[in-house]
Every structure is written in C-alpha cells, then in structure tokens.
C-alpha cells in the first residue's frame, strides 16, 4: 500500500479561503499529502482585506498540536501567522519537545491588504525562538528587512539577507522571495552552503492573495513526501507559479491563487518549469 504521507500546518484561519490554513490544507492535498492543523486564530477576511482576528487561546493551540502530534504524526510542519509572542514560545517548544525536524516557518507579517498579522513586540520571539528551529525560513523581501534589519533592493541584498537568517540566526537554509521587487520575480533560496535562484514569468494580476502560504504549504507537503530542499523548492515554485497563472478571478479585490492548477497541468508543454539556476 502506498504510504500516507502527513503535514501539519500552525496557523490562522482564513475565511476567505485564500490564505492562512486553508491555502495550506488545500496545497497539501493537491500534493497528495494528508493535511492537518493547528488553528492560532480565526480571521474574518475576504479578497477586500481582513476585518477581524479573533486569538485562540494558548491552551487551545497546545492542545490541537499535542492531539495531531500525540496521535496522527507529522512528517513536516509549517508555521503561518503565529501574531503574539506567547503564541511563537509555545509554538517554539512545542517543535522541540516533538523533536521536528522538518520545520517550514513562514514569517507571515502583514496580509495583503494591509492588516498586521503579527504584532510588532514578537519579532525578537520570532528570530531567537522559532527561526533557529526551522529547516527552511520563507520570507518575502518586508519581511526579510523586518528580520535582518536589512534595506533590500537587489539579487545580492536577498543573498546577503539569506545567508544573514541562516549564519546568524541559525535557520538550517533561507528562501527570499522575489515577489515585490519589479519584474520577472527570482526567489533566492541559501542551503548554508550555496545560493539557487528559481525565475518565473510575472503574471500581471491582483489575484495573489495567499501566494506565501501556498508556496511554503508547497514546500512542506514536498519535505513531508521525503524530497530534497532543493527538489521542494523547485516543485513549490512551480505551483505557485501555475497557482497565479490560472487565477480564479473570484471576489472584488486580491482574489486567490488556482490550487488546482498544478495537478491540471499538461506534462511536458515546456511552460511550467521555471529555471532554476545555481550561483555563487
Ligand atoms: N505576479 C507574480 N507572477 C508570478 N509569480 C509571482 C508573482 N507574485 C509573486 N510570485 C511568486 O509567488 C511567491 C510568493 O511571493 P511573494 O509575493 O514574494 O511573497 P508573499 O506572498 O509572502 O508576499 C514567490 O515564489 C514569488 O516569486
Ligand atoms: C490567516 C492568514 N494567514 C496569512 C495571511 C497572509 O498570507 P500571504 O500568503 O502572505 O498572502 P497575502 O495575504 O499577503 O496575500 C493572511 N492573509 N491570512
């Protein structure tokens, strides 16, 4: 019989469906893997932004992860919006006393319609708790300035601000994502030991609501299923790049990306690998 493979997801909710860990659970099943999660707080939100946050209790957080971990299992974790630094220490001891391993933490800040998805006080929590944990760190470029303390604008910055997360920190490897610089975007990606690059195409659309948590749900459901960093890396890029592509054009204002697109692709019609290239 073929092996279940299983990922957990500690996050917030995301009425809307777009974001948070219902991006999360549906990428994990397009990516035959069985998705399970850990609800940090209920949001009230759709494509036209975010309009109330509703914090679970500590002990109704600890308790959901205890339940899935205690029973089920994890092959893989990712964390989303964690918001309160009492949330992220939990969060923290949580994947050392279970012993994980393959830890994909996405520091969700700021949703895209402006609303603050992690409070200002919790980003020491965040790099001196949680980050030296992770496997891989997933930051889009605000929110690698936010933890590097960085000014970045070019390739080399996202480069100088990877290596930063994983020497100084003590991330196991670091992707920066190239979203909002202008342009093709290339998310850079630091192993600890050399830097990849992963181009796409840009697809000019509004509809990118939830594009980092499906990227990082993509890249933990590939750690789940056994792949190499580098191997998840490239398949998430991929889904996330058909994942705008295809939009849904659903809602009035940043609709969701397509999770279906990736498992309807056509295999071999040469528009779905972006390159991939290696550099010093
Ligand atoms: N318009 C776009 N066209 C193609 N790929 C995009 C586009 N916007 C973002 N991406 C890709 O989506 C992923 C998430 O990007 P980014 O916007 O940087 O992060 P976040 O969603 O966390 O703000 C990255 O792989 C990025 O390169
Ligand atoms: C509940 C919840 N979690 C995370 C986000 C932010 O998701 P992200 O993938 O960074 O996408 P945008 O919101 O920036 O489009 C969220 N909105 N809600």
């Not at 690059?197 to 993509?218: I, L």
């Amino acid at each position: 019989m073929k092996p279940i493979y299983k990922a957990l997801t500690i996050a917030g909710s995301d009425s809307g469906g777009g974001a948070g860990i219902q991006a999360d659970i549906k990428t994990f099943q397009m990516l035959d893997v069985y998705g399970m999660s850990a609800i940090t707080a209920v949001t009230s939100q759709n494509t036209l932004g975010v309009n109330g946050i509703y914090d679970i209790p500590l002990e109704g957080i600890e308790r959901q992860i205890e339940a899935v971990i205690g029973d089920i299992g994890a092959d893989a974790v990712k964390t989303g919006m964690l918001s309160k630094p009492e949330v992220i220490e939990l969060v923290a001891e949580q994947v050392r006393k279970h012993r994980i391993s393959k830890l994909v933490v996405d520091p969700v800040m700021i949703a895209k319609g402006g609303a603050s998805l992690l409070a200002e006080s919790s980003q020491d929590a965040l790099r001196l708790k949680l980050i030296p944990l992770a496997a891989l760190v997933t930051p889009n470029i605000p929110e690698a300035e936010v933890i590097t303390g960085m000014t970045i604008e070019t390739l080399q910055d996202m480069k100088d601000a990877a290596v930063k997360i994983v020497e100084q920190y003590g991330a196991a490897a670091a992707v920066v994502k190239g979203g909002h610089r202008l342009g093709d975007p290339t998310d850079v990606l630091f192993d600890g030991r050399q830097f990849h690059e992963f181009t796409a195409e840009r697809y000019e659309t509004r509809h990118t609501h939830g594009t980092g948590c499906t990227f990082s749900a993509a890249i933990a459901a590939q750690l789940a299923k056994g792949s190499s960093l580098l191997d998840a890396v490239q398949t998430a890029k991929q889904f996330i790049t058909l994942a705008i592509r295809h939009e849904l054009g659903i809602g009035g204002g940043h609709g969701p990306t397509n999770h279906w697109a990736y498992s309807r692709r056509e295999t071999g019609n040469g528009d779905n690998t972006p390159a991939i290239k290696e550099s010093e």
